[in-house]
């Protein structure tokens, strides 16, 4: 099992999963199965096949931007999260450990943000709260205007599918597919129609520098190329948002400062903000603004 679903089911409370764990494991088993039933011969095939289509002319992109229209008075304010003294507790044991304890920031569009601290001090805690993984035991978390911490499940599940994209440490790419078709799964996802896939797929491995690498499987990819592919596969459904944790953590630092060249290219070209955790002093010099966390408060 992939390390982000256990990092997100741990963050869950104790007896409940959360949605997404539970949805992409399904996905996750379904694909597994269905990928190990082919032979590699017929993988080879797929791919053959996906780089004569490539060769048609592209199609028109027409995704969703409708759809993720974003009301005039939060285009205004000009921030896309504003979280307001947010407390997280779990239950431990007979007590309880108080994890955050009294966030308060505010992330405008378009901005690179960075959260640092130890391991331990609350980073993916917040992080996971601030994609509408886990929820605060007290304290608001608006996403373009949306009360986050009021959203029943399911509303954060649809919120999540359509305007956030998650980049995780250890990339969470299925080893048996092409980077293409790990891209073309989260299109799948998140129900944007298959006559589209074509054209987006190929314009976000393109846009993360692996023009020449699409059919390669995630084994004969560097680490960095995986965590590419990642990026690619997290943007791919046009999210707003973009929440990575630790995503230079295994890379070297060449490859660290190749990943944050990446995020500050889609920053600009796909008009996503980004918010990252990350240990590293060397690569906060790129973030437009750092917040430091001790023990679970900023400081
Ligand atoms: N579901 C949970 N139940 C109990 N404790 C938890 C839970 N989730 C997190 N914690 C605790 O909260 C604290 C903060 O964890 P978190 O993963 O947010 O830290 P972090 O800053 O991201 O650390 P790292 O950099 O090592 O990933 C840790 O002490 C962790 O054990």
Excluded at 83 to 100: D, N, Q, S
Excluded at 278 to 284: C, R, S, V
Aim: with cysteine; hydrophobic share 40%; glycine share 8%.
């Amino acid at each position: 099992m992939m390390r982000w679903f256990r990092k997100e089911v741990k963050l869950a409370d104790s007896d409940k999963l959360t949605d997404r764990a539970i949805v992409d494991d399904g996905v996750n088993q379904q694909l597994q199965e269905g990928v190990e039933e082919q032979q590699p011969d017929e993988l080879n095939q797929m791919d053959v096949e996906l780089q004569t289509e490539l060769g048609m002319a592209d199609q028109e992109l027409s995704v969703t931007e409708e759809a993720y229209a974003v009301p005039e008075h939060v285009k205004e304010q000009g921030s896309i999260l504003s979280v307001k003294e947010v407390h997280r507790t779990f239950p431990v044991g007979g007590g309880e450990i108080h994890v955050l304890k009294g966030i308060n920031m505010e992330v405008l569009h378009g901005q690179l943000v960075m959260l640092k601290g130890r391991s331990g001090s609350g980073k993916t805690t917040l992080l996971n709260m601030l994609g509408g993984l886990d929820q605060p035991t007290t304290g608001e978390i608006l996403f373009r205007g949306q009360p986050l911490h009021e959203l029943s499940d399911d509303k954060r599940t649809v919120l999540r599918r359509d305007q956030i994209g998650f980049i995780f440490q250890a990339y969470a790419l299925l080893p048996l597919l092409s980077a293409w078709e790990n891209v073309e799964l989260s299109l799948r996802m998140a129900g944007v129609p298959p006559q589209e896939w074509k054209a987006r797929v190929k314009h976000c491995l393109e846009l993360v520098g692996l023009g020449k690498r699409m059919f390669h499987r995630p084994f004969e990819l560097s680490g960095g190329e995986q965590q590419r592919v990642a990026i690619a596969k997290a943007i791919a459904h046009r999210p707003k948002l973009l929440l990575a944790d630790e995503p230079t953590a295994n890379l070297d630092s060449q490859m660290g400062a190749q990943i944050m060249a990446v995020f500050k290219n889609i920053i600009h070209t796909e008009q996503v903000t980004i918010c990252m955790t990350t240990h590293d002093p060397t690569i906060l010099e790129v973030a437009d603004h750092v917040y430091e966390m001790v023990d679970g408060v900023f400081i």
